[in-house]
């Protein structure tokens, strides 16, 4: 018998150098998102800065940790069965949008609910924590069921469509709002983003032999402070407040039981937040097959259901995602050894309050950068691996995350009851455009998705496959998962909605059972093509 052959016998490094630019770009995502939900929580709504830190983060930090550990498991796995040594592992951390939608939509409002019922502060901060368990066990559960699907929502949908979705997620929510921030100092900004383009996507040298990364965050956050401190800096700058370390381990807890009643009013908003992660899920596996990692939809779906599921039993109040971005911390040299090592840091720097005192200490101008290099390589890819023949197909599926960005900056720029009138006032021009642009926002993935796919079946001729799109457009609309008419996004019944918002659902509905039947009929007359001889 021949030698063992490489696919069996090789053996993947733990550590390359690569690992060490994934491991920073992976733990900044994750610090980012971390720090917008303690600004959020601790300085919008005044929540107890103790419960934040000492209560939610550990347990979040730890279903970060059971995330990373099990995709840096699947990749080793991966490459020792293939014989390849490029392989690079499913990053994992805290989902961005639905983060966000917690901690402004469901955390701070329930706590200012609870207030206002005649709870303390402390015991209003405490159910608070026990609804956030409550909503990841629930979304976590969720996700359970959903992840035996996803393989055939895969079969389903064109590449477009899958890989299309989420680079308008990336170009316009992970581009621009961080483009944002990073303006904000615009000397310490520009500076971290120059750098990390140049090790990163022109592929310079440094003169140091050190990670291009780390040498990006080091000079940044120098920088940033050297010039606050000397008064040049960013008006405003101000040193944070020390959040002395400490230990608080993310232990099993029954509070999310209690959690549970406190968590059913927002169950229509959950819900769609589950679906969103398993839809996301879903293309970034597709993304990662792209890049030539041929991971197992349902596994990778499965494992960030389960680390959800855990982090709410211990704790923790944001769910986990699979990153969009896979092949961006592939094309910066990373393996398996970047999970691995951002699951340890970050899992054990919750438990002892390292991660609080980063999220406190590493200012948003050099965290930032970093995502808007991955939300540049995540659109390049999309282009590089999709037909060019559906390349329009795909630009029409980015403007949906236009409309939820709008919807984001809409809410701090305009007062609550302005904005509601907005939503509301006729110009006898048709539909109010606030309505339209909440409309469109509200899930704005799955839209995107249907609208790529749709466009995609015209390009290919498959007229029929289109008009079945437009109809599961149309059901989907029906009951809120798309074009949701409540402000929150929360799914919705026909038979419940009154006024304007029944008006405005019937129109979707009806505009996509229109399209429907206009594909079914030019099926009809389509050409053939002639059959060869």
Known sequence: MSAASPQTSARPRWIVAGDLNGFFGLVVDNLSILGFIAMALVGIFQFPAEVVFGRMFPGTAFGVLVGNLAYTWMARRLAQRTGRDDVAAMPLGLDAPTSIGMALLVLGPAFAAFKAGGMAPDAAAIATWQLGMASLVIMGVFKVVLSFFGEAVTRALPRAALLGSIA?????????????????????????????????????????????????????????YALGLAGLGAPGFKLPALVAPHIALPLPSLGFITGLTYAMPYLPLLLPFGLLMVVGGINVSESARAAGDDYRTRDILLVEAIATLVAGICGGVAQTTPYIGQPAYKHMGARSGYTLLTGLFIGIGGMLGIVSMLVQWLPLAVLSPIIVYVAIDITTQAFQATPQKHAGAMVLGFLPSVAYLLLIKAHSWIPFEQFGAMTTTLDGHGLPEMAVILLLGNGFIITAMLWTSAVAAMVDGALRRAAAFWLVAAVLTLFGVIHSVAPNGALTLPWQLEGLARTMSLQFTGAYVALALLMGVLSLWQVRPAAKA
């Open 168 to 224: 308008g997620i990336a170009l316009v929510l992970m581009g621009f709002l961080p483009l944002l921030e990073t303006l904000k100092s615009p000397v310490v900004g520009l500076l971290t983003l120059g750098l990390l383009l140049y090790v990163l996507i022109a592929k310079g040298r440094l003169p140091i032999k050190l990670p291009g990364v780390l040498v990006a965050f080091v000079i940044g956050t120098v920088l940033y």
